[in-house]
Protein backbone atom coordinates (compact mmCIF):
# COMPACT_ATOMS: atom_id res chain seq x y z
CA UNK A 1 0.00 0.00 0.00
CA UNK A 2 1.33 3.53 -0.93
CA UNK A 3 1.48 6.27 1.30
CA UNK A 4 -1.69 8.07 -0.42
CA UNK A 5 -3.87 4.99 -0.41
CA UNK A 6 -4.58 5.57 3.40
CA UNK A 7 -5.81 9.54 2.06
CA UNK A 8 -7.60 8.14 -0.61
CA UNK A 9 -9.68 6.04 1.27
CA UNK A 10 -10.28 8.60 4.09
CA UNK A 11 -12.36 10.45 0.64
CA UNK A 12 -14.61 7.48 0.59
CA UNK A 13 -15.67 7.58 4.44
CA UNK A 14 -15.76 11.54 3.83
CA UNK A 15 -17.98 10.38 0.36
CA UNK A 16 -20.36 8.11 2.76
CA UNK A 17 -20.88 10.90 5.74
CA UNK A 18 -21.70 13.62 3.36
CA UNK A 19 -24.29 11.29 1.64
CA UNK A 20 -25.98 10.41 4.98
CA UNK A 21 -25.79 13.94 6.44
CA UNK A 22 -27.13 15.11 3.11
CA UNK A 23 -24.56 17.75 3.74
CA UNK A 24 -23.74 19.94 -0.17
CA UNK A 25 -21.25 21.44 1.40
CA UNK A 26 -19.07 18.37 3.19
CA UNK A 27 -19.76 16.40 -0.35
CA UNK A 28 -18.64 19.45 -2.61
CA UNK A 29 -15.40 19.74 -0.76
CA UNK A 30 -14.14 16.54 -1.84
CA UNK A 31 -13.86 17.70 -5.64
CA UNK A 32 -11.83 20.06 -8.00
CA UNK A 33 -13.38 23.15 -8.98
CA UNK A 34 -12.40 21.40 -12.46
CA UNK A 35 -14.29 18.17 -12.25
CA UNK A 36 -15.93 16.22 -14.91
CA UNK A 37 -18.43 14.29 -13.68
CA UNK A 38 -20.15 11.38 -16.09
CA UNK A 39 -22.74 10.15 -13.99
CA UNK A 40 -25.17 7.17 -14.40
CA UNK A 41 -28.05 9.55 -14.52
CA UNK A 42 -30.20 12.14 -16.78
CA UNK A 43 -27.08 14.51 -17.67
CA UNK A 44 -24.22 13.10 -20.36
CA UNK A 45 -21.92 15.05 -18.13
CA UNK A 46 -21.48 17.60 -15.71
CA UNK A 47 -18.03 19.91 -16.51
CA UNK A 48 -17.29 22.03 -13.24
CA UNK A 49 -18.56 22.05 -9.19
CA UNK A 50 -21.33 24.82 -9.99
CA UNK A 51 -23.08 21.96 -12.27
CA UNK A 52 -22.35 19.47 -10.09
CA UNK A 53 -23.37 21.02 -6.94
CA UNK A 54 -26.99 22.27 -8.68
CA UNK A 55 -26.85 18.05 -9.45
CA UNK A 56 -26.44 17.22 -5.81
CA UNK A 57 -28.96 20.01 -4.38
CA UNK A 58 -31.33 18.24 -6.47
CA UNK A 59 -30.52 14.79 -5.09
CA UNK A 60 -30.32 15.50 -1.87
CA UNK A 61 -33.65 17.84 -1.91
CA UNK A 62 -35.14 14.74 -3.70
CA UNK A 63 -35.18 12.73 -0.34
CA UNK A 64 -36.12 15.61 2.49
CA UNK A 65 -38.15 12.94 4.21
CA UNK A 66 -35.49 10.32 5.01
CA UNK A 67 -31.75 9.30 4.84
CA UNK A 68 -29.63 8.83 2.29
CA UNK A 69 -26.94 5.51 2.77
CA UNK A 70 -23.93 5.15 0.79
CA UNK A 71 -22.26 1.86 0.86
CA UNK A 72 -19.06 0.09 -1.16
CA UNK A 73 -18.15 -2.82 -2.09
CA UNK A 74 -15.42 -4.08 -4.18
CA UNK A 75 -13.44 -1.66 -3.31
CA UNK A 76 -10.08 -1.39 -5.06
CA UNK A 77 -7.25 1.37 -5.23
CA UNK A 78 -4.38 2.53 -6.61
CA UNK A 79 -1.92 5.74 -5.48
CA UNK A 80 0.98 7.31 -6.37
CA UNK A 81 2.56 10.58 -5.50
CA UNK A 82 0.31 12.47 -7.66
CA UNK A 83 -2.47 10.35 -8.86
CA UNK A 84 -4.90 8.21 -7.59
CA UNK A 85 -7.36 5.77 -8.99
CA UNK A 86 -10.51 3.81 -7.12
CA UNK A 87 -13.32 1.97 -8.09
CA UNK A 88 -15.89 0.14 -6.22
CA UNK A 89 -19.25 -0.99 -6.35
CA UNK A 90 -21.67 1.50 -4.39
CA UNK A 91 -24.98 1.27 -2.81
CA UNK A 92 -27.09 4.16 -2.55
CA UNK A 93 -30.28 3.27 0.05
CA UNK A 94 -32.92 5.33 0.87
CA UNK A 95 -33.51 4.93 4.82
CA UNK A 96 -36.65 5.87 6.86
CA UNK A 97 -36.60 8.23 9.48
CA UNK A 98 -37.66 4.91 11.63
CA UNK A 99 -34.46 2.94 9.95
CA UNK A 100 -36.18 1.10 7.53
CA UNK A 101 -34.68 0.34 3.94
CA UNK A 102 -37.22 1.77 1.31
CA UNK A 103 -35.18 1.31 -1.60
CA UNK A 104 -31.55 0.60 -3.35
CA UNK A 105 -29.89 0.93 -6.27
CA UNK A 106 -25.87 -0.06 -7.11
CA UNK A 107 -23.97 1.77 -9.52
CA UNK A 108 -19.79 1.08 -10.81
CA UNK A 109 -17.79 3.73 -9.41
CA UNK A 110 -14.72 5.13 -10.89
CA UNK A 111 -12.80 7.89 -9.51
CA UNK A 112 -9.30 9.46 -10.46
CA UNK A 113 -8.14 12.39 -7.90
CA UNK A 114 -5.48 14.49 -7.06
CA UNK A 115 -3.65 16.06 -4.35
CA UNK A 116 -4.87 20.02 -4.04
CA UNK A 117 -4.66 21.79 -1.21
CA UNK A 118 -3.32 19.38 1.36
CA UNK A 119 -6.02 16.69 0.38
CA UNK A 120 -6.92 14.36 -2.37
CA UNK A 121 -9.75 15.37 -4.24
CA UNK A 122 -12.06 14.01 -7.04
CA UNK A 123 -11.44 15.80 -10.80
CA UNK A 124 -13.17 12.75 -12.18
CA UNK A 125 -16.10 10.59 -11.37
CA UNK A 126 -18.04 7.85 -13.82
CA UNK A 127 -20.83 6.34 -12.67
CA UNK A 128 -22.67 3.57 -14.59
CA UNK A 129 -24.61 0.80 -14.57
CA UNK A 130 -24.93 -2.26 -17.08
CA UNK A 131 -27.40 -2.49 -19.66
CA UNK A 132 -28.95 -5.68 -20.76
CA UNK A 133 -28.70 -7.05 -24.08
CA UNK A 134 -32.36 -8.08 -24.46
CA UNK A 135 -34.19 -4.46 -23.16
CA UNK A 136 -31.73 -2.15 -23.38
CA UNK A 137 -32.84 -1.38 -19.97
CA UNK A 138 -30.42 -0.51 -16.90
CA UNK A 139 -29.99 -3.17 -13.97
CA UNK A 140 -29.96 -1.36 -11.19
CA UNK A 141 -29.65 -4.38 -8.86
CA UNK A 142 -26.39 -5.82 -8.51
CA UNK A 143 -26.05 -9.98 -8.19
CA UNK A 144 -24.00 -10.53 -5.46
CA UNK A 145 -21.76 -13.01 -7.63
CA UNK A 146 -20.14 -10.90 -9.68
Known sequence: MSKAEG???QVLEAYKAA??????????????EDVRVFDAWDTWS????????????QWFAAHNTERLRASMDAVQATAGPTLAVV??????????????????VHNRLSWALRPEGGA?????????APIGFNDLKAILQRDKAT
Open 120 to 128: WKIFHEHTS
Open 46 to 57: YEGTAAWRKMIE
Open 7 to 9: PVM
Open 19 to 32: VHEKDVDAFMHLYT
Open 87 to 104: SAIVTYTGVSAEGEELRA
